[in-house]
């Protein structure tokens, strides 16, 4: 319904503005905010992720964060163990199944 829709609309303006202070805010005004976006811990990527994941429940919302980062440490692996089996990529000097080889481990992760 429009009520509800507009309720969580409301919440996620809310959430972002509190979320988004430290890159509101002009830097210098609050050294312990210059100092933890500088650490590069939090960046504007946690921010959308908040913001993607926000759901009309709190167990909606628990659920999508968790596959979420389900989904972000199975992409991890699979750059991980592809590193590790061809260090060098794919470049011109290299054999073609190791570019068929990434497509089919990006085929089997979606």
Same mark, same amino acid.
């Given at each position: 319904? /429009? ?16 979320? %988004?202070?430290? /890159?509101?805010?002009?830097? %210098? ?6 100092? /933890?976006?500088?650490? !590069? ?5 946690? &921010?959308?992720?908040?913001? $993607? ?5 709190? !167990? ?7 596959? !979420? ?6 992409? &991890? ?8 089996? $061809? ?11 190791? $570019? ?7 085929? &089997? /992760?979606?």
């Amino acid at each position: 319904t /429009f009520a509800l829709n507009a309720e969580l609309a409301f919440r996620n303006a809310c959430c972002m503005v509190i979320l %988004g202070l430290p /890159f509101l805010i002009p830097t %210098g005004h609050v050294k312990s905010l210059d100092d /933890f976006t500088a650490t !590069g811990l939090y960046t504007l990527g946690c &921010v959308f992720f908040c913001v $993607f994941n926000l759901g009309k429940s709190f !167990g909606e919302t628990v659920r999508n964060v968790v596959h !979420g980062i389900k989904g972000s440490l199975t992409a &991890v692996f699979h750059i991980w163990a592809l590193w590790a089996i $061809f260090p060098l990529s794919v470049t011109d000097d290299t054999p073609p199944y190791v $570019f068929w080889i990434g497509v089919a481990d990006g085929i &089997v /992760f979606i």
